[in-house]
């Protein structure tokens, strides 16, 4: 007997469909189906099956007019069930109780669950590096699929969530299809018989299948076949919004002359597990090294039980593993211990994990932002960030990363759902549910009130197991203070305390210590010589509340005077200060909603820096005095010479105004129009075109108002209005190239490296130069022919202009040849990862720095060249004069331009932002050596190369703390 979903809603005995009626019957067994061995109240099913009432009749009004109708449909739908549940030894399946109806129905009679029994036999074969096996399985998977699930029924509102779910799953399974055909090097087959051209047509976004498509076609000697899928693969995934990255590296090789050698083979299973047991080390040690310096195991970890009965880790452990469906949903209130259980329990099924096993992973859900970014991107994203060393790709193959996501090698530990933004938990919940198969494992920790909240909101978590922290008791409060004192000296002072705990079980300090943050926060803060006796002071401490508070409060004194390096401390020798400090670092990151330190976000806790318009001003008032003090320091000792001081000053004066005025302008409109020109892979064309937009609007916007400006300033001093302007428009356009080229480097606010190796192929960067060469003699020849019109113009008419600032069609076409491959190679270097080489704060830091001096030092080069180059081919100058004239506006220019996009850039952002802090005194100047002393003693945990409050009441205790208040005056 069985009950068929996989296509029209079917029920099954001994070869024959038992008859269902009706349509609104059947849509009665579907909703019941959906939600079987759950009672579904009948208010609910009422307004589900008749969904379309609903909308015209108040949900009471509605049950009364639809209750005969449902009373009528559950009566026949028992007697044409009654033939199944005779089949399964049952006196009926549908059930009566508490004002609903419940389909009692084993899973196992529904071919929904064999269809994805199957699917997880087919991938885990795959993942064993069996795929004659995987197709096997996958084969009789698929087999099961009849057409749309439910049929009819599928656009139903009760039925759309498994309709999603069941064609994912579908879609995973011809993924893994197609991967096995691969693998067993049947490219034809996968091509004619088994029909892989319609799979693509019914799910074309799907990324996987196109590539398997293209490797097929060239792998069957249809080399121009394949080129045409790919690009068409391209266009369509592109059209859905997606970055086809596997696509473009095929394109790649395809495009080149010797690609059959060089296409990039499935990884093998060697490989992957290489990747996988690397993981599992690196989160082995990073979470080990986390317990030892919180102490969370010192004497032993506390005892802290859970509502399944599971007391420790390594019990918890086996009962997860021991699911039929490893999902796990850890709730308690603040201070329960769900973190320190989530890294414990990680670090024990890391040690646990046998090869070809998934591996654990911690993340903090902090970071993700579920409706805007797919669970597997964030994973991808998350694991490139914390864990570089899988992007080793001799070791690991080039799509480690990748291929540990999709073929689920992976647990996630989701750490703090309530740390997502309240309107995002049920998306996140949601998400989470559509991009998980039934085989798949995860953890999830949540505070249990916003937990409870979401799912209200929204929908559950499929076939999660829920556990929900106890209390600890006090025996065992106590009992874990007296092992904790007998570690120390003095245990004596515990007396007081151990005593009142058993005088007075309903007492505030009883009651404060059940929770297992405040006993490890007083084991810590009363570790030393204070006295743990003056808790028990009920005026001082009147409940639960204050305890806790008193303890986050001393927190910090107390591990910096239990400090066992204390005398070697750099960066802050104040503990009040040092306090301090933390506090401005937790109300900054309050401010901005999150739990991570990085260096990078620093600047947005320093207003003018925070927003882009903000910036623009700040960069366009440093570039009017800076621009003033060159012109002075340029133009002032000639003009002394020739004219007298006074005289000198005042003019010079006027043209350091008009100068510093045209760029401090120029600066603002270009800068206002640089977004996000984040650097694109190797293959991503919609990225390089908008860099290629954002460059054009940040050249065209910033050298046509400085233009307008200097011609404007030129026509109201003593000069010719129109020769002002003539030269000021004309000076702008060429300058434009300048600006242009600046924001290439510009607004990428994250740490970025540079790299210049070749990543194993000419081709690429030999492309992108050529394509450099081509944009820039375009733009060139533009801008050149302007200004030729602009200056015929004013030949004709008289006009006398600066032919020192005005260039004509030859040099701006040699600008263009100079600048525009310049760009093309600057941007091809960039990568937008710096933790790809960098494991920590500092490193990330100097990496980042690197990359924009860099960078800087390209750009002035390219603008003294362009600036040389044009002089040379418009000015009657000699070779040393032209040198000179170019070198001088070159490094001018250079100089005014990298303070103007510099507020744009992770590190000279940084850079600002930290020197205005510490001027303020809120920040001292090492700050990672400050990050990183906190992080020693215990106030902060690392998490890759960000910094984390080791919990998010001590963040928001020092936040608000008076000491706090006094330093934000």
């Known amino acids: 007997m069985q009950f068929q979903v996989l296509g029209p809603l079917a029920v099954e005995l001994d070869g024959e469909s038992l008859p269902l009626g009706p349509p609104l019957q059947r849509r009665v067994l579907a909703a019941l189906l959906l939600r079987r061995n759950e009672n579904v109240a009948r208010r609910t099913l009422i307004e589900e099956v008749w969904s379309a009432d609903a909308e015209a009749f108040d949900g009471w009004e509605l049950e009364d007019r639809k209750r005969g109708a449902l009373?009528?449909?559950?009566?026949?739908?028992?007697?044409?069930?009654?033939?199944?549940?005779?089949?399964?030894?049952?006196d009926t399946l549908l059930v009566t109780e508490d004002g609903g109806y419940r389909l009692d129905l084993p899973d196992d009679h529904v071919d929904e669950t064999e269809f994805r029994g199957l699917i997880r036999q087919g991938q885990d074969a795959l993942a064993a590096d069996q795929p004659a096996v995987a197709v096997q399985r996958l084969d009789s998977a698929l087999a099961l699929w009849r057409g749309r699930p439910l049929g009819s029924l599928h656009t139903e509102a009760f039925a759309r969530d498994t309709v999603a779910r069941l064609d994912a799953a579908r879609l995973e399974a011809l993924e893994a299809t197609a991967d096995a055909f691969q693998r067993l090097h049947r490219y034809r087959e996968l091509l004619t018989d088994v029909g892989l051209g319609r799979w693509i047509e019914e799910y074309p976004d799907s990324e996987r299948l196109h590539h398997a498509l293209v490797i097929a076609l060239h792998r069957s000697g249809q080399p121009a076949a394949a080129l045409s899928a790919c690009q068409d693969g391209i266009a369509r995934l592109h059209k859905s919004g997606s970055t086809p990255t596997l696509l473009y590296a095929v394109a790649d090789e395809l495009s080149a002359p010797d690609t059959a050698p060089r296409l990039p083979p499935m990884m093998p299973a060697d490989l992957l597990e290489a990747a996988a047991q690397t993981l599992t080390s690196a989160v082995r040690r990073q979470w080990q090294d986390e317990i030892a310096l919180l102490q969370l195991s010192d004497p032993y970890p506390i005892p802290v039980r859970w509502s399944d009965g599971s007391a420790d880790v390594a019990a918890l452990a086996s009962a997860f593993q021991a699911l039929d469906r490893r999902r796990l949903v850890v709730?308690?209130?603040?201070?329960?211990?769900?973190?320190?259980?989530?890294?414990m329990l990680t670090v024990e099924l890391a040690t646990r994990r046998l090869p070809g096993e998934p591996v654990p992973v911690l993340l903090s859900l902090s970071s993700w932002r579920p409706g805007n970014e797919h669970l597997h991107a964030w994973l991808r994203r998350e694991l490139a960030e914390r864990y570089p060393i899988l992007q080793d790709r001799a070791r690991f193959g080039p799509t480690a990363i990748a291929d540990l996501v999709a073929d689920r090698r992976?647990?996630?530990?989701?750490?703090?759902?309530?740390e997502v933004p309240a309107s995002r938990r049920s998306a996140a919940i949601r998400a989470i549910n559509r991009a998980v198969l039934a085989g798949d494992a995860f953890v999830l920790t949540s505070r249990a009130e916003e937990y409870r909240a979401a799912v209200t909101a929204g929908e559950r978590l499929t076939a999660a197991t829920i556990i929900e922290a106890q209390p600890v008791r006090l025996t065992e409060a106590a009992e874990y203070l007296r092992a904790a004192s007998a570690l120390q000296a003095g245990e004596h002072r515990w007396e007081p305390v151990l005593a009142a705990l058993t005088a007075q079980p309903d007492g505030p300090l009883a009651a404060a210590l059940t929770s297992p943050s405040t006993l490890m926060l007083t084991r810590q803060v009363y570790g030393g010589a204070s006295d743990p006796a003056q808790l028990l002071d009920s005026v001082r401490f009147p409940d639960r509340d204050a305890i806790e508070a008193h303890l986050l409060d001393v927190l910090v004194p107390t591990l910096l005077e239990q400090d066992a390096h204390r005398d070697e401390r750099r960066t802050v020798r104040d503990d009040r200060i040092f306090r301090d400090r933390l506090a401005f670092l937790a109300r900054h990151a309050r401010s901005v909603q999150t739990y991570d330190l990085a260096w990078w976000?620093?600047?947005r806790s320093v207003r003018p820096l925070a927003s882009r318009v903000g910036r623009s001003v700040t960069a366009a008032a440093l570039i009017m005095v800076i621009a003033v003090v060159i012109v002075l320091v340029k133009d002032l000792p000639d003009y002394v010479a020739k004219i007298g001081l006074v005289a000198a000053l005042q003019h010079c004066s006027l043209q350091a105004v008009k100068h510093g005025l045209a760029y401090s302008l120029g600066t603002l409109a270009a800068a206002l129009c640089v977004g996000s020109i984040i650097p694109p892979g190797p293959q991503d064309a919609p990225r390089r075109r908008r860099v290629l937009t954002g460059a054009l609007q940040a050249g065209a916007a910033g050298g046509g108002v400085l233009g307008l400006v200097q011609g404007a300033g030129a026509a109201l001093g003593n000069e010719s209005a129109a020769g002002g302007v003539v030269t000021g428009v004309a000076y702008g356009l060429g300058l434009g190239f300048a600006f242009g080229l600046s924001a290439v480097i510009a607004a990428v606010p994250t740490p970025t490296a540079t790299d210049?190796?070749?990543r194993g192929r000419v081709r690429r960067p030999a492309r992108m130069l050529g394509r450099g060469v081509a944009a820039g003699a375009v733009v060139g020849?533009?801008?050149?022919?302007?200004?030729?019109?602009v200056l015929a113009f004013a030949r004709h008419a008289g006009v006398r202009y600066d032919d020192e600032l005005v260039i004509g069609l030859l040099p701006a076409l040699v600008f263009g040849l100079v600048v525009g491959p310049a760009s093309a190679l600057i941007h091809w270097s960039r990568t937008p990862i710096a933790v790809e080489r960098a494991h920590d704060l500092r490193s990330t830091l100097a990496v980042d720095r690197r990359q924009y001096l860099t960078l800087l030092a390209m750009v002035t080069t390219t603008i003294v060249v362009a600036f040389t180059s044009g002089a040379l081919v418009s000015l009657d100058l000699s070779i040393a004069e032209t040198v000179g004239h170019g070198v001088s506006a070159g490094l001018g220019g250079a100089f005014v331009l990298a303070v103007a996009f510099g507020?744009?850039?992770?590190?000279?952002?940084?850079?600002?932002?930290?020197l205005w802090l510490v001027l303020r005194g809120r920040l001292p100047w090492d700050l990672t050596g400050f990050l990183a002393e906190a992080h020693r003693i215990g106030v902060l945990r690392r998490h890759g190369a960000v910094y984390q409050f080791r919990h998010g009441r001590l963040r928001d205790s020092l936040a608000g703390s008076s000491q706090a208040a006094r330093a934000s005056r």
């Open 410 to 418: 992976l647990v996630p530990i989701l750490d703090g759902l309530d």
């Open 601 to 603: 976000d620093l600047a």
């Open 71 to 90: 009373f009528t449909y559950i009566a026949r739908l028992r007697v044409a069930l009654a033939p199944a549940a005779a089949a399964i030894g049952r």
């Open 903 to 914: 507020f744009t850039a992770a590190w000279p952002r940084y850079q600002a932002a930290r």
């Open 781 to 789: 020849l533009v801008v050149g022919g302007v200004q030729e019109g």
């Open 756 to 758: 210049f190796r070749l």
């Open 331 to 343: 709730l308690g209130p603040a201070g329960s211990g769900k973190t320190t259980l989530a890294v």
